[in-house]
């Protein structure tokens, strides 16, 4: 019968080209992994290498049992980590990076509340480059780079124009998408430094504008404040403007016209050996964020 340790032996020589390499990356003395190849050729009968002093190369038998070894390893690792992280208690550090301060001000206290044994770190940024470099876990708006990430989408949030009652006292009402060029606006640095292009949709037809805000702040919540303090126009998420538009801080404009909503996704590294404490958090965020109470509240 197969050992799987000479499996991973045997699959770690295969990738690394190097008997030497694999007993370092395994762990063991060279002799053992040796040992773990001479037993698999033993046992399917067929020779898995060719080693000359110079390099170590496989055989037509080494390149099949390679193809369909690594997907197989892969498989039981996963199948081995669910179990072990669907039976361990979250405990420990966790390090999230979020879009909005905001958001995780609603759902944080709830979470702790589930885990007591789970401390968090909280980063507030938008930024879509290295999303896991210094975080376990990202919560971000809209479409995700290809950089090999786990993305799960859980929701899509409406959006909504918006100024305070006093701004528009000082400066008149905007009667059209044209005349928002000649307001003050407030909004979130564009991506490198570029402007942001706001797009609006009226039966069918659709305009965009490209954005050069009087005022540009990295966080929403910051953008919030100086809208409702008078400082311009600006476009906020529904959960953070909701209830600002219901006692009337906030008036929603150009009502006939719509701002396309954008996904909220969380991202992971994989969901092979996932901890404990991501899975916890990203199931937790999951039921939370794609309820339909999320939005009670929040709408105008």
């Not at 039981?76 to 992280?85: H, I, K």
């Not at 307001?183 to 797009?199: E, I, N, S």
């Not at 504008?209 to 409702?228: F, N, Y």
């Amino acid at each position: 019968m197969l050992d799987l340790n000479d499996l991973r032996a045997f699959e770690k020589i295969a990738a690394l080209k190097s008997f030497s390499a694999a007993a370092r990356e395994l762990g063991q003395p060279r002799s053992s992994v040796s040992r773990s190849v001479a037993r698999l050729e033993e046992e399917l009968g067929a020779r898995l290498f060719h080693r000359t002093t110079r390099e170590v190369a496989l055989t037509p038998a080494g390149e099949a049992l390679q193809t369909r070894c690594a997907g197989l390893l892969g498989a039981l690792e996963e199948a081995v980590g669910q179990v072990r992280s669907s039976t361990s208690v979250p405990r420990g550090h966790l390090r999230v990076t979020a879009f909005a301060a905001n958001l995780l001000r609603r759902e944080l206290p709830a979470f702790l509340e589930r885990y007591p044994e789970v401390t968090v770190a909280v980063d507030v940024s938008s930024d879509t480059k290295d999303l896991l470099a210094d975080a376990d876990v990202a919560i971000r708006l809209g479409p995700m780079p290809d950089s090999g990430v786990v993305t799960t989408r859980v929701r899509s949030v409406e959006r909504y124009l918006c100024a305070s009652p006093s701004y528009i006292e000082r400066r008149g009402m905007p009667e059209s998408i044209d005349e928002l060029v000649e307001h003050d606006t407030v909004d979130l640095p564009g991506a490198y430094g570029r402007p942001r292009c706001w797009t609006f949709t009226k039966d069918g037809a659709t305009k965009k504008l490209e954005i050069r805000p009087r005022v540009s702040v990295t966080d929403e919540t910051a953008v919030k404040g100086l809208l409702v303090d008078g400082a311009g126009i600006g476009i906020l998420f529904a959960h953070c403007c909701g209830p600002a538009l219901a006692s009337g801080e906030l008036v929603s404009l150009l009502p006939d016209w719509s701002i396309p909503p954008v996904d909220v996704n969380i991202v992971f590294a994989s969901k092979r050996g996932l901890s404990p404490n991501v899975r916890a958090f990203v199931n937790f965020m999951k039921e939370r964020l794609g309820s339909p109470k999320y939005d009670e509240g929040t709408r105008a």
